[in-house]
């Protein structure tokens, strides 16, 4: 598994870059995992839009899905040139169905996931976990068979992510404030809360994303390391990490 930054901002990107999204690929089969603002523009620059093979979403904050709407004229354009009839599948759950229907386009088809059940797209199987957030989100646990990825997306902390996280080899965590803040009202997590469910889950490497806009970001970092010991990233433009297969 080969797990690509897009965008790794809160809120609105900064200059030049973009907010949550995330390439994942193996065996060829290219996923999106939200597609927040600026996301087009910055996957292009390692795939093809029409080279994406599925997106999933995690909420519908504009922060994860601005993007999705330009992602579909794409889909549209590319079609119309090249005189094809290809869907692109978008997952998402359907507990807001005015957003879910919206999913589907022209060229888009929207596909609602049962977060009870697993899910399989492609070579991935992915179950989740309803967050702490002011709208419906889940975290997502994403497996290859051999490596397994987990995603947040927008949480406050609760300790069900520490068990849903258990064992991960990569774990990405909304960390969109510092250590002693209290993001329970937005709904996130500190830096120190992201390392504590690293810490107890017992992951391989932690990122940092889903960044603010204020403060000195490498802080983040340095909090975290206070708590959790294994390696940590500061997510930033393209950081990549490649699995054990």
């Known amino acids: 598994m080969k797990v690509m930054t897009i965008g790794y901002w809160g809120g609105y990107p900064a200059v030049n870059s973009a907010t949550s999204s995330y390439l994942i690929e193996q065996d060829g089969f290219r996923l999106l995992v939200d597609c927040g603002s600026g996301a087009l523009s910055k996957v292009q620059?390692?795939?093809?839009?029409?080279?994406?093979?599925?997106?999933?979403?995690?909420?519908?904050?504009?922060?994860?899905?601005?993007?999705?709407?330009?992602l579909q004229y794409a889909w549209l354009v590319q079609n119309t040139i090249h005189e094809t009839s290809d869907i692109l599948p978008i997952y998402g759950h359907d507990e807001d169905i005015d957003s879910f229907k919206s999913l589907t386009h022209k060229n888009t088809e929207g596909v609602a996931f049962d977060p009870e059940q697993p899910l399989q797209i492609g070579p991935f199987t992915i179950n989740f976990l309803k967050t702490s957030h002011p709208v419906t989100c889940y975290a997502m646990r994403i497996c290859d068979g051999t490596d397994t990825m987990v995603y947040t997306a927008d949480t406050s902390y609760f300790k069900e992510l520490e068990e849903f996280s258990k064992g991960a080899d990569l774990l990405i965590t909304d960390t969109n404030f510092y250590k002693g803040m209290d993001g329970s009202g937005?709904?996130?997590?500190?830096?120190?809360?992201?390392?504590?469910?690293?810490?107890?889950?017992?992951?391989?490497?932690?990122?940092?994303?889903?960044?603010?806009?204020?403060?000195?970001?490498?802080?983040?970092?340095?909090?975290?390391?206070?708590?959790?010991?294994?390696?940590?990233?500061?997510?930033?433009?393209?950081?990549?990490?490649?699995?054990?297969?």
């Open 45 to 70: 620059q390692k795939v093809e839009v029409t080279d994406l093979d599925a997106v999933i979403l995690s909420h519908y904050h504009n922060d994860h899905i601005a993007d999705i709407g330009v």
């Open 186 to 245: 937005p709904g996130h997590m500190t830096s120190e809360e992201a390392a504590t469910v690293a810490d107890s889950a017992k992951v391989d490497t932690l990122w940092l994303s889903h960044l603010p806009h204020f403060g000195e970001l490498n802080l983040l970092k340095q909090e975290a390391t206070d708590v959790f010991q294994g390696n940590i990233e500061l997510a930033s433009d393209e950081l990549t990490w490649y699995g054990n297969a």
